[in-house]
Structure formats: structure tokens, C-alpha cells
């Protein structure tokens, strides 16, 4: 809980300061700009990714298997989307990342295995 206190209070500094650095450095309308783009960029990017993502879902539903892979896919495009939708270089920068699928599938990695450690310890219940 104290880490998410301190990215909320840390993230939006830190994003008023490189937005203020690049008004001084390219100038205020290409900054402008520049948000601007990304903000439209992350929505074509989480739709398009979005509706492949929710195809895959409805695919391997259709055949019988447990979506675990294509739900945490999902999971990241969402997530993506909003950080690029959210004004600022940092979080664009991490929504890219989510987006793109190569650094996806390495995130899927370390997120599978914090869910395996969650269950582990018991702070996630499973019903069946």
C-alpha cells in the first residue's frame, strides 16, 4: 500500500518535470503535439491489440481451453492503453511497453510467477 502512496505522489512529479523540460528543450507546441499523438496512437494501438486479444479469448473458449495467456494479454493492453491515454512522457513510455509484444511476453513471465508466489503464500483463494 506504501508503494502505490509513493507512485502516486512520485509519477505525477516526475511527469510535470520532463513535460516542463520538454516545453524548454522542443517548445510548447510541439509538446502539445506530441501528447496529443501518443493519446491517439494508444487508443488505435489498445483497440486494435484490444479486439485481437478478446478474438483469441473467444477462440480458445470456443475449443474448450482456459484463456490464462490471452486474459493476461488482455490484461497489459489495458493497461498500455490507458498510460498512453494519460498525458505525459513516463507513462507513455511504460504504456509502449505493455503494448508491444515482445516486452509483453517477458512482463507475462514475471507477472505468472507473482501470481504463482500469491497462491503460494495463500493470499489468493481458488474456487472449483
Do not use: N
Request: charged residues 15%; contains cysteine.
Amino acid at each position: 500500500m506504501r508503494f502505490i502512496l509513493l507512485l502516486v505522489i512520485i509519477i505525477p512529479a516526475a511527469e510535470i518535470a520532463v513535460l516542463m523540460l520538454s516545453g524548454q528543450i522542443l517548445g510548447v507546441w510541439p509538446t502539445i503535439f506530441l501528447i496529443l499523438f501518443t493519446g491517439v496512437l494508444g487508443a488505435y494501438l489498445a483497440k486494435k491489440q484490444g479486439l485481437q486479444t478478446i478474438r483469441r479469448i473467444q477462440e480458445q473458449l470456443r475449443y474448450g481451453q482456459l484463456p490464462g495467456d490471452a486474459l493476461l494479454d488482455g490484461g497489459c493492453v489495458l493497461i498500455g492503453g490507458t498510460l498512453l491515454l494519460t498525458p505525459g512522457f513516463i507513462t507513455d513510455v511504460a504504456g509502449l511497453l505493455l503494448l508491444a509484444p515482445p516486452t509483453r511476453k517477458v512482463l507475462k513471465i514475471y507477472l505468472l510467477k507473482a501470481f504463482k508466489k500469491w497462491i503460494d503464500k495463500g493470499h489468493v483463494t481458488i474456487i472449483r
